[in-house]
């Protein structure tokens, strides 16, 4: 065991110390045509600061809601998120948009870059909105495109990219400004097993390198092996299991 992994090992057994994000008691139902769709009850989940979570389970287990529920995209019906220790449901839409904008990012399945803009315009963004200035913005953004192995596509437009350079964009996107998490809706989906590798490759040394706790949603159990936690979702719950036993649920 080298000395980064027993120093995250450390931080796993006291979890609500430095909890990056944390969800208590979660609870989130659709209506359904008059029908109520329970995705989960009274979940919990603790994402400690620099560690890997993977979020597996069947489709329609309801981990996209969970990861909008923790990212404050949606609002649970009861119980309570924790962003570095804050209740974000205290606060105004305001605020949070503030705060998530600070302390998080979000890899989405299907990159949800803007069209019209470079990569270099779509990974400045998020810094612009943070209210840095354009000079420093692209400058960042350039450093972390060159980072994610694409300074030679700065101008290019998403259509212009292909499926892995999208998905390294959107990666540049999330970790521009140095959040605490970054999450990240089977952000390897759409790719081919080498890409898919590579992608997951960058986003570990991301994780080492800048310390920010990734949450991932995955279908591919190998890539969830090489994540520090790996949690499956089922009947509204979550089960964690042991490293690399995907066996049982
Ligand atoms: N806006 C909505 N209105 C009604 N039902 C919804 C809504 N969003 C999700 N659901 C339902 O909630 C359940 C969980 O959906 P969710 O998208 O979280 O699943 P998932 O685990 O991400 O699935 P997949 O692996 O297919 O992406 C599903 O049964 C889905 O139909
Ligand atoms: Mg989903």
């Not at 329609?60 to 209740?87: C, F, I, N, R, W």
């Not at 963004?125 to 913005?137: F, H, K, N, S």
């Not at 898919?196 to 995955?218: F, P, S, Y």
């Amino acid at each position: 065991m080298n000395k980064t992994t027993s120093h995250k090992r450390a931080i796993t057994e006291k979890p609500h110390t430095s909890a990056v994000l944390e969800g208590r008691s979660l609870s989130k139902s659709f209506d359904d045509a008059g029908q109520e769709v329970r995705v989960f009850d009274q979940l919990d989940i603790i994402v400690p600061a620099g560690e890997t979570v993977a979020i597996i389970g069947a489709s329609g287990a309801g981990k996209s809601t969970l990861l909008h529920v923790l990212g404050s995209l949606e609002q649970p019906d009861s119980g309570q998120v924790l962003l570095q220790g804050q209740d974000i449901s205290t606060l105004s839409d305001a605020q949070r948009g503030r705060l998530r904008n600070r302390h998080l990012g979000f890899v989405y399945q299907f990159h949800h870059l803007l069209p019209e803009f470079s990569a270099l315009e779509n990974v400045a963004m998020p810094l612009l909105i943070g209210g840095r200035g354009t000079a420093e913005a692209n400058k960042r953004a350039r450093d972390m495109l060159e980072s994610v192995g694409l300074g030679h596509r700065l101008s290019h437009r998403p259509a212009q990219l292909s499926g892995g350079e999208r998905q390294r964009c959107a990666i540049a996107r999330a970790l521009v400004t140095h959040p605490a998490a970054v999450l990240a809706d089977e952000p390897t989906g759409n790719l081919d097993e080498h890409t898919a590798e590579q992608v997951m490759d960058l986003m570990l040394a991301l994780n080492r390198d800048m310390g920010t706790a990734l949450v991932i949603v995955t279908h591919d159990t190998r890539l969830a092996a090489r994540m520090d936690i790996t949690y499956r979702m089922h009947d509204g719950r979550l089960h964690r299991h042991n490293h690399g036993d995907f066996s049982a649920a």
